[in-house]
Every structure is written in structure tokens, then in C-alpha cells.
């Protein structure tokens, strides 16, 4: 059990750590600066794709996609709560100090920048043809034309 969960909760703490990180950055260093932190909160989403995008590829090669793909979810799910809930404690301001909307748009943000990097990773795997469903085929048309073959020393009867 261990070992299926601590993965899934150090990424989900690694992508909030991103954040909290961004968030103190704007907080200090731009406070003043609205262009500025839109750039930090822009890399920070970034970050946060290209991470998604990697643990996609990774897990691809090794696992098929219906074991990962929930750790994925859960993954996902844990962090942007911790970034639209928590998060803005950080800053200093509250979760709904901007409104529902922005509230509500930060998910979104979160979940399609997430949502595409795991599928970008998928894609350049599958693309490639390193997943795990291209290379069980492969080997298994591998072992099928191996006991398809003949061997050498065999000898063939024809009857007639």
C-alpha cells in the first residue's frame, strides 16, 4: 500500500510546494509588480504541466494506462485543492478574496494545465511507441513469430 501511495502524495506535495514557492516569489519580490507576477504564476503553471507531463511519460512505459491514470486523478485532485484552498493563506489573502469567479478560474486553469500535460506526455510516448500497451504488443508478436519459425534441425515429413 505503501508503495503505491507515497509516489502519488510526494508528487501531489512536490506541485504544491511549486506554488507556494511562485506565491512567496510574487509576494516579495513583486508586490507591486501585477505583470510580474502574472509571469511567475505563468511559470509556475508551466512547471507544473511539464512535472504532469514527464510522471505521464514515466508511468506510461512501465504500467498500462488504467493503473495510472487514477493516481493521476488523485494526484491532481490533491494538489489544486492545496493551491486554490491553502495557497492563498501563503499570500496573505483569503481563497475567495477576488470572487467566485476567480475562484472558480484558477481550477480551471489548474486542471487543463494538468489535463494537458499528462495527455502531452501520453501522446509522445504513444507516438514514440514506448507505452506499455505498444510494447506488450510487440512482444507479443515477437513470441508468436518465434514459435511460428521452424528450427534448423527440425525435420519435415511431407506425406503424400
Same mark, same amino acid.
Given at each position: +500500500?505503501?508503495?503505491?501511495?507515497?509516489?502519488?502524495?510526494?508528487?501531489?506535495?512536490?506541485?504544491?510546494?511549486?506554488?507556494?514557492?511562485?506565491?512567496? #516569489?510574487? &509576494? =516579495?519580490?513583486?508586490?507591486?509588480?501585477?505583470?510580474?507576477?502574472?509571469?511567475?504564476?505563468?511559470?509556475?503553471?508551466?512547471? #507544473?504541466?511539464?512535472?504532469?507531463?514527464?510522471?505521464? =511519460? !514515466?508511468?506510461? !512505459?512501465? !504500467?498500462?494506462?488504467?493503473?495510472?491514470?487514477?493516481?493521476?486523478?488523485? #494526484?491532481?485532485?490533491? $494538489? +489544486?485543492?492545496?493551491?486554490?484552498?491553502?495557497?492563498?493563506?501563503?499570500?496573505?489573502?483569503?481563497?475567495?478574496?477576488?470572487? $467566485?469567479?476567480?475562484? =472558480? $478560474?484558477?481550477?480551471?486553469?489548474?486542471?487543463?494545465?494538468?489535463?494537458?500535460?499528462?495527455?502531452?506526455?501520453?501522446?509522445?510516448? +504513444?507516438?514514440?511507441?514506448?507505452?506499455? &500497451?505498444?510494447?506488450?504488443?510487440?512482444?507479443?508478436?515477437?513470441?508468436?513469430? $518465434?514459435?511460428?519459425?521452424?528450427?534448423?534441425? /527440425? /525435420?519435415?515429413?511431407?506425406?503424400?
Amino acid at each position: +500500500m505503501r508503495n503505491r501511495w507515497l509516489p502519488v502524495g510526494v508528487l501531489a506535495g512536490v506541485l504544491f510546494l511549486i506554488n507556494v514557492i511562485a506565491r512567496l #516569489i510574487s &509576494r =516579495f519580490a513583486f508586490d507591486d509588480d501585477p505583470s510580474a507576477q502574472d509571469t511567475v504564476s505563468t511559470v509556475m503553471f508551466l512547471v #507544473i504541466g511539464v512535472i504532469i507531463a514527464v510522471q505521464a =511519460f !514515466r508511468w506510461g !512505459r512501465a !504500467r498500462p494506462l488504467d493503473s495510472w491514470s487514477g493516481d493521476m486523478v488523485a #494526484i491532481v485532485t490533491a $494538489a +489544486m485543492l492545496l493551491t486554490v484552498l491553502v495557497g492563498p493563506f501563503i499570500s496573505g489573502d483569503s481563497p475567495f478574496v477576488n470572487g $467566485a469567479g476567480a475562484f =472558480f $478560474a484558477q481550477i480551471w486553469l489548474y486542471l487543463g494545465v494538468t489535463i494537458g500535460g499528462a495527455i502531452l506526455g501520453y501522446l509522445l510516448l +504513444m507516438a514514440l511507441g514506448w507505452d506499455y &500497451r505498444s510494447q506488450s504488443l510487440k512482444r507479443y508478436e515477437e513470441n508468436r513469430l $518465434a514459435a511460428a519459425r521452424p528450427t534448423k534441425n /527440425r /525435420r519435415t515429413t511431407i506425406r503424400r
